[in-house]
């Protein structure tokens, strides 16, 4: 078979990846020059999807597990969250991780990287700064494009929400948010980064009954970690200028 008919018959397969160049000579039967090529298309739309699933992500930075230090400051539940995490097993009991604790302990890092983590297994993954995903949601609101918006998550199972406790909300943003994460309870993985004790939570969200049922629903089937500590980024600042 010439190489341009090949080249045909995988466009009309839809086989775009083949290599173009083959040394069939190297391969004893048909079946392994076969095989060798499916292979191929296989890793490259594996590939592909991975690269995909990352940039719909919209991870702010490239944060990586190899690069995390898991220092004595993180207070773990029990022995088996850390593995829970790593495995991604959370997800696909679609339970959550909350992480509270100063800024500059690594809770962002770690949210991030288990994100990607999550793209190459190929789970739909996203990244929001809760304040921005408020924003977001008002505007969508106010455009009656609420229910549209929401349905960009049905396929998502894993949604990271960054830094709860920066900036408090309005009273339709608080009750907006709410809403969604309802929507999201017990069918999807939450991430959730804060700076402030669940206590503290009434400081964004001004109703009390509101965000006494928004903790409920987050910490239900949640593995809750607690960083403590010196923030790596003033610790290395200040190692930088010394």
């Given at each position: 078979?010439?190489q341009?008919?090949?080249?045909?018959?995988?466009k009309?397969?839809?086989?775009?990846?083949?290599?173009?160049?083959?040394?069939?000579?190297?391969?004893?039967?048909k079946?392994e020059?076969?095989?060798?090529l499916?292979?191929?298309?296989?890793?490259?739309?594996?590939?592909?999807?991975?690269?995909?699933l990352?940039k719909?992500?919209?991870?702010?930075t490239?944060r990586t597990?190899?690069?995390?230090?898991?220092h004595?400051?993180?207070?773990l539940?029990?022995?088996?969250?850390?593995?829970?995490l790593?495995?991604?097993?959370?997800?696909?009991?679609?339970?959550?991780?909350?992480f509270?604790?100063?800024?500059?302990?690594?809770?962002?890092?770690?949210?991030s990287?288990l994100?990607?983590v999550?793209?190459?297994?190929?789970?739909?993954t996203?990244?929001?700064?809760?304040s921005?995903?408020?924003?977001?949601?008002?505007?969508?609101?106010?455009?009656?494009?609420?229910?549209h918006?929401?349905?960009?998550?049905?396929?998502?199972?894993?949604?990271?929400?960054?830094?709860?406790g920066?900036?408090p909300f309005?009273?339709?943003g608080?009750?907006?948010?709410f809403?969604?994460?309802?929507?999201?309870?017990?069918?999807?993985?939450?991430?959730?980064t804060?700076n402030?004790?669940?206590?503290?939570?009434n400081?964004?969200?001004?109703?009390?009954r509101?965000?006494a049922?928004?903790?409920d629903?987050?910490?239900?089937?949640?593995?809750?970690l607690?960083?403590?500590?010196?923030?790596?980024?003033?610790?290395?600042?200040?190692s930088k200028?010394?």
């Amino acid at each position: 078979m010439g190489q341009l008919q090949l080249e045909t018959l995988c466009k009309q397969l839809r086989l775009p990846h083949l290599p173009k160049v083959v040394d069939t000579q190297s391969f004893e039967t048909k079946e392994e020059w076969l095989l060798f090529l499916l292979k191929h298309e296989v890793a490259c739309r594996e590939e592909l999807k991975t690269a995909r699933l990352f940039k719909q992500a919209n991870f702010p930075t490239r944060r990586t597990l190899e690069t995390y230090e898991w220092h004595d400051q993180i207070l773990l539940p029990n022995p088996s969250t850390k593995e829970a995490l790593i495995s991604l097993s959370f997800i696909r009991q679609k339970e959550n991780a909350v992480f509270i604790g100063t800024p500059g302990t690594g809770k962002t890092h770690l949210a991030s990287a288990l994100g990607q983590v999550a793209t190459k297994e190929g789970i739909e993954t996203r990244f929001w700064r809760v304040s921005d995903l408020v924003i977001e949601l008002e505007c969508q609101w106010k455009n009656n494009s609420l229910e549209h918006f929401k349905r960009r998550f049905d396929k998502v199972k894993l949604i990271i929400l960054d830094e709860v406790g920066y900036v408090p909300f309005s009273k339709d943003g608080a009750e907006l948010l709410f809403q969604l994460i309802s929507d999201w309870y017990e069918k999807k993985s939450v991430i959730l980064t804060s700076n402030l004790e669940f206590s503290q939570w009434n400081k964004v969200f001004s109703d009390p009954r509101l965000t006494a049922a928004l903790v409920d629903r987050l910490i239900h089937h949640a593995h809750i970690l607690s960083f403590t500590g010196e923030s790596y980024r003033l610790k290395n600042s200040l190692s930088k200028s010394k």
